[in-house]
Structures are given as structure tokens and as C-alpha cells.
């Protein structure tokens, strides 16, 4: 999809205030969400597109925003009810900040809707703080009229970086597997859809158990494992064509899919006469390099964001406990020393942790540790709790919760552990995988 | 050719016929009440000869119901994230290579599967050592490993619904399926 953004040609108005003091800290484990205000876009004028009207796409932008921010934790947005002004298309440059004062909004993001001659629109996102009376950011973005939906998210991106100095996350995907049916004939098929929830597609039909999806850095491409003709084995799911390709020609089992940062490479496991090791596979060269020996399990191997380490699980030791390995499988060690077991280890896109599932007591959980095995911290605890997946900026963790009853559902929480919340999907759910933003 | 004769005494496999009965009766007859039926399970049958009939003798031989009532039953247990065969499992799978060597043109693959108290990557693993150790028994007792092939379901197809140990312990196990041909 075409999403060009601009800043500089937008308006003419001075760069956003350097000194503006608004600031949302997310590592400290925010208590209070900043109150934001975001009103309607204004139409810029008012034109019908194939989406709706200028008006009524201004409209639904405010809200994606708005759920977006809220989705967070970080933000608060204030009653549209409470509004003491409106905002037409003067009110987006020169806010009524007073107005907005009197409410207690922190923070305000308003902008424009127009329509263009070649039936997309532009989308101008401009936020302030309110107090300071400043700017503290603005961007365009020109798209499809059926594009509006990402400039929103683009839109909630930028006041989420500005006012946090983390890249935002919002425009993005979450591939996960799609259950019914009841524990003893479950029905699994692959399902994508956009960060909110929106646009939910089923890309499998469910004729065959599929497992663990992740997507690839250029997100168009996606691993997973696929029992079709029973034989389980790693496949790649091209999302534009639907085009499902089996991985490599082994007689094993082949599981535990995970791309490499560049795309050049898969990791995942074989189990070769029952015997489970690590394997890196080139997708160009087709060529097989076994990273572990030994006969421990050795699985769930998930790369450095630079690529030149593996953090995997092996229960080499006993149980179940996390290794880090260099990339080439030289110089393995352990890192968890925690009580339990710990599993399914996932690189957090920053580098600075690993999310893990931690076994013990009869409970499931969700952590996180750096990567010398330090700093472990338990996020989650639940009856199943497992399979964490990283945001795109690594600071959201989704991850599958699994009850009593055999149901799951896809949850999210922050790494202080705080803004724990379900992922609505339209059946029961697991095994996310979270896409890098969308270019 | 001889006749394939159950070594299971008649009256198992006649409670066997009672109990899938009901779930069959002839459409042309109205299905009595409940309470009017027989009480005992053995009386049951009576009123349906066809049933005894079909109950004794539908078990192919070299099926997977042949399987199961010559070697009486077809899947073996483990302890929790354990691979190994403990005696009641061993003693299962030497009726499975008594069987197989009955029916030398019989292929199985040997099902691994484990209980949901674990990670689904691991877990897939695991039933991979279970089915594997499955057939390393059956491989030791002189059946050729080309008739013997495995794959692992992981926690993805437990044979019974629960979250409780009585549940779990059952869908620990590796199971000897008969291929078809």
C-alpha cells in the first residue's frame, strides 16, 4: 500500500518546541495515564471518497487514534462528551488550548482529512501540548481513500514516540493460530490481522493442524509449521499470492520456525529419531547447517535483533532452561537459573531482553530476562500462559492464555507488567507473532 | 485360509456390541424408552442378532481394531515429560511385535503425543521421543524399522478432554496405528 508521509511541505509553521516538557516515561511502569484529547479530524474539504466522506473518515482516524493510545496503557482519552469546543480546519493550527485546559487534557492530536484529485486523501496529524500551549509534533500522510485506516495508526505512532522517545508500534500486524472445536478435535488455521484488531483475514483453511507462525523482517512472508499429508515440517506462507511452499526436503520432523533478521536464513529444530537439534537453513542457497548436537532437546530458537547470537531452549541440563548460542552454534551457554523451567525463548526486537516461558508450581507464566540471564522478572501468571511475542518497538509482549476448559485467547501486557489486556479475536486463539511496523 | 478367530472372550466383545448399539438401532424400528430396554448389557444384543453378528466379526485381520483386542489396546503410557517404557508399557508393545510379526504386511506408525502442561515446541519433541522410543522397542524385538514409522503430535491431539492428572496421564502416551494400504 502507498503511504508517502511529509513533514516539511505540510504547513508552513516552525518545527515542533524543542523544550516541550511533556513526556510519558513507559519503563517506569506508568500508574496515570496522560489525559488526551482527540477530537474529529477536520474535513480539509468536502469531498466524498470510496471510504466515506472527508468527515466521516475524520471521524473514524480520531478513533483509531484514540484506541490505539488507550490500547497502551500510557494514554487516557477523555470523553468526547466533555469537549467545551469543536475543531474545525483554523482550530487544527491555532488550538483553543484554553478549552482544552479546562478539560485536563494533556496532550491534544487533531488534524485534517482531505480528499484528493486522484480519490486518496491526506491525512495531517499534528499534536500539542496543552499547558505549554507547543507543538510537539505534525506529519502528513497521502494514501488510498482504504488507506486512512494506517495513516491513523501512523498518526497514533507519532505522538506515541514523541511523548514516550519509543518508536511507536500501532501500525503493524499479529499473525496468530485461529482454534474451535473442542480439545480432542481442534480445528487450527492461520489468521492475520492488523494490530486493532482490524481487518481479520483467515489465511488457512483448517483441513491441516498448523502451529507457531512468525513472520519474516519484510513482513510479507511468514514461517509456520504445517502437518499436511502428516508431515510435519516448516513451510513459508507468501502473503500477497497465498502461496504455501514446504521448507527444504527432509525425511524429519522440521518445527520451531524462526526467520533470521536479514531474511536470509530459518532457524528451527529437527528431530531426527528422536533427537531434537537446532538447524540453520539458507533460503537461497538451500543449504543445511546443524547448530547443536547432543541429545538434549534443543528448540525454539529465536535470533539476535543483530543477528549474531541464538537464544534457544535445551534441556540439556535436567529441564527445560534457556541458552544463548553465537549465530554459527559456537560458544553455548546457559542463562536461566531461575526456579521452574523456562522455555520458548523470544529476542526482544531492542536487543536489550528476552522474553520467556517460565513452568512452575503447576502455573504458566510470562517473563522477561536480559540476555546474560539477569534482571529475570516475571510478567504474567496464569493456568497456560505461553508463547510470548514482541512488539514492534519490545516494549509490548503478547502472548497465549490458555484456561481449564481447553479455551485460549491472546493477551498483552507491558514489560513493568502492568496494562495486562485481552486481544479480541473472533475465536479462540495462540502462537502469536507480532510483524515489524509496515514500511 | 484360516479364519481369523478373537483371542478376547466372546462375552467382551459382546459388551462391546451392547455398547456401541444404541448409537445404531435399525431405522425401521422405533427405538424403545429407555427404561423399557434390557438391563442387562448381555440381553441387549438378543433383540438385535445382526449386531452380535457384526460385533464378532467385522474386526479385519491386520486392522487397528485387530490390533486392539489382540494386544488389548494399541497405545502405551508415560510419566510426566518422561520417554521411557516403563513394564505395563513394554508388555503392551510386545503384544504389538507379537502382532506384527503375525501380520508381517502390516506398516504402523508409532504416534507420539503428550499431555498440555508443557510448551508446545518442547512438547512436539517429546512426542517425538516417545513415538521414537516406541519403535526402538518394537525395533529390538525383531520387526523391520522400514515397517515402522513415526510422527509426533506434541499436546495437539490429547486422546481425552480434562485439566486434571486422570486426563493428562492418558494423553501421555504413543500410539501404534495401523497404516492403511
Redesign the interface.
Known amino acids: 500500500m502507498r503511504l508517502i508521509l511529509f513533514t516539511a511541505a505540510l504547513f508552513a509553521a516552525p518545527a515542533f518546541a524543542q523544550s516541550a516538557p511533556l513526556r510519558v516515561d513507559i519503563n517506569a511502569g506508568l500508574m496515570q495515564p496522560m489525559p488526551i484529547a482527540v477530537p474529529a479530524f477536520a474535513p480539509g474539504n468536502g469531498a466524498s471518497t470510496e471510504a466515506g466522506t472527508t468527515t466521516q473518515i475524520g471521524e473514524r482516524a480520531a478513533q483509531v487514534i484514540a484506541n490505539d493510545l488507550k490500547s497502551s496503557g500510557l494514554f487516557r482519552p477523555l470523553d468526547p462528551a466533555a469537549y467545551t469546543t469543536t475543531v474545525g480546519i483554523d482550530d487544527v493550527l491555532k488550538p483553543d488550548f484554553p478549552a482544552w485546559r479546562t478539560i485536563a487534557a494533556q496532550a491534544l492530536v487533531t488534524g485534517t482529512v482531505t480528499a484528493n484529485p486522484d480519490g486518496g486523501i491526506t491525512l495531517a496529524c499534528y499534536a500539542y501540548d496543552v499547558f505549554a500551549g507547543a507543538e510537539i509534533a505534525r506529519q502528513g500522510f497521502v494514501t488510498t481513500a482504504a488507506g486512512w485506516r494506517r495513516a491513523a495508526h501512523k498518526c497514533a505512532d507519532l505522538v506515541y514516540s514523541r511523548l514516550t522517545g519509543e518508536s511507536g508500534y500501532f501500525d503493524s500486524r499479529i499473525v496468530y493460530v485461529s482454534e474451535t472445536g473442542t480439545r480432542t478435535k481442534r480445528i487450527k488455521r492461520l489468521a492475520i490481522m492488523d494490530q486493532d484488531g482490524a481487518g481479520h483475514r483467515f489465511l488457512t483453511s483448517g483441513q491441516n493442524l498448523v502451529l507457531t507462525p512468525r513472520f519474516a523482517p519484510g513482513q510479507q512472508t511468514i514461517t509456520y509449521m504445517s502437518f499436511e499429508n502428516n508431515r510435519p515440517r516448516v513451510w513459508i506462507y507468501t502473503l500477497g499470492s497465498g502461496r504455501q511452499e514446504a521448507v527444504g526436503q527432509f525425511s524429519a520432523m522440521t518445527f520451531a520456525p524462526r526467520f533470521s533478521p536479514d531474511g536470509q536464513n530459518l532457524v528451527f529444530s529437527m528431530a531426527v529419531g528422536g533427537n531434537t537439534d537446532i538447524y540453520r537453513f539458507n533460503l537461497a542457497t538451500r543449504s543445511t547447517t546443524r547448530l547443536t548436537s547432543g541429545p538434549g532437546i534443543d528448540t525454539s530458537p529465536s535470533y539476535s535483533p543483530d543477528g549474531t547470537k541464538i537464544v534457544f531452549e535445551s534441556d540439556r541440563g535436567g529441564s527445560q532452561q534457556l541458552y544463548v548460542m553465537n549465530a554459527d552454534g559456537s560458544g553455548q551457554s546457559r542463562i536461566s537459573f531461575g526456579e521452574g523451567r523456562s522455555a520458548s525463548p523470544v529476542w526482544s526486537p531492542r536487543g536489550d531482553y528476552i522474553a520467556f516461558t517460565r513452568m512452575g508450581g503447576g502455573r504458566f507464566g510470562v517473563g522477561v530476562m536480559r540476555p546474560d540471564g539477569s534482571g529475570e522478572r516475571l510478567l504474567t501468571n496464569g493456568f497456560q500462559d505461553e508463547s510470548p511475542a514482541w512488539s514492534p518497538n519490545g516494549r509490548v509482549i503478547l502472548f497465549a492464555r490458555g484456561d481449564r476448559s481447553g479455551r485460549s485467547g491472546l493477551w498483552s501486557v507491558d514489560i513493568s507488567g502492568l496494562n495486562e489486556r485481552r486481544i479480541a479475536t473472533p475465536l479462540d486463539a495462540s502462537d502469536p507473532a507480532w510483524s515489524p511496523l509496515l514500511p | 485360509m484360516t479364519r481369523y478367530l478373537p483371542k478376547l472372550p466372546l462375552l467382551a466383545l459382546v459388551l462391546l456390541a451392547a455398547a456401541c448399539a444404541p448409537k445404531k438401532p435399525p431405522a425401521t424400528m422405533e427405538a424403545p424408552p429407555a427404561s423399557a430396554r434390557p438391563e442387562t448389557p448381555a440381553a441387549a444384543p438378543m433383540d438385535r442378532p445382526a449386531t452380535v453378528e457384526t460385533g464378532a466379526s467385522s474386526i479385519v485381520p491386520g486392522s487397528q481394531d485387530d490390533l486392539r483386542a489382540q494386544a488389548g489396546g494399541d497405545t502405551v503410557l508415560f510419566a510426566y515429560?518422561s520417554?521411557e517404557l516403563d513394564g505395563e508399557a513394554r508388555a503392551t508393545l510386545l503384544k504389538h511385535a507379537t502382532w506384527l510379526r503375525a501380520n508381517p504386511n502390516v506398516r504402523v506408525?508409532l504416534e507420539g503425543h503428550c499431555d498440555?502442561?508443557?510448551?508446545?515446541?518442547?512438547n512436539?519433541?517429546?512426542g517425538?521421543?516417545r513415538?521414537?522410543?516406541a519403535k526402538?522397542f518394537l525395533a529390538t524385538q525383531g520387526i523391520d524399522v522400514a515397517r515402522l514409522s513415526t510422527?509426533?503430535?506434541g499436546k495437539?491431539?490429547?486422546?481425552?478432554?480434562?485439566?486434571d492428572e486422570a486426563a493428562y496421564a492418558r494423553n501421555r502416551r504413543a500410539v501404534t496405528m495401523v497404516m492403511s494400504r
Not at chain 2, 156 to 163: H, L, N, T
Open positions: 515429560d520417554y506408525t498440555e502442561r508443557g510448551t508446545r515446541e518442547y512436539l519433541a517429546l517425538d521421543r513415538a521414537n522410543s526402538n510422527i509426533s503430535y495437539e491431539k490429547p486422546a481425552v478432554d480434562g485439566a
